[in-house]
């Protein structure tokens, strides 16, 4: 199974959070692309609008699977080794999903503020080659599901 990543590539704290994850994953289950790369944007629907709510997680293998914000986060931690134990143990605390959404927010609210913005956008070396870009074709699943981005 494969994932994309869409992050903010202009963020210092996204940008440097995507580094972690490539030294991590090495490329086995992830692929990133910037939200500024119109054309991937394009491809699976995704609107301005849409990254402004933050990051998006999309399932390579069934792409109307998607998870946003702080549900991309904890996606993107379970699916790594030994991860789930953390993320399960978390979404089991009575509140602390709602204190981690609204954490995640105030973050992606106030990202340039707090962690400054970049003056070029980061492009991952997990995606120079092209290997993030989609194939449309016409029986592609690509774009919203019937209750818009998840």
Known sequence: M????????????????????????????????PMQDEQTLAQFGITSQDCEQGMILIDANAPQRRWQGSDAAEEIGRLL????IFVDAYRALPGMKWVGDRFYEQIRDNRYT?????????????????????????????????????
């Open 2 to 33: 494969n994932y994309y990543v869409i992050y903010d590539g202009n963020c210092n704290l996204c940008v440097t959070l995507v580094q972690l994850l490539e030294n991590l994953d090495q490329g086995k289950l992830f692929r990133y692309a």
């Open 81 to 84: 080794p030994v991860g789930s």
């Open 114 to 150: 707090l962690f400054g913005k970049r003056s070029s956008t980061y492009e991952s070396a997990f995606c120079t080659d092209g290997s993030c870009k989609v194939e449309n074709s016409p029986n592609s699943e690509l774009g919203r599901t019937e209750k818009g981005l998840i």
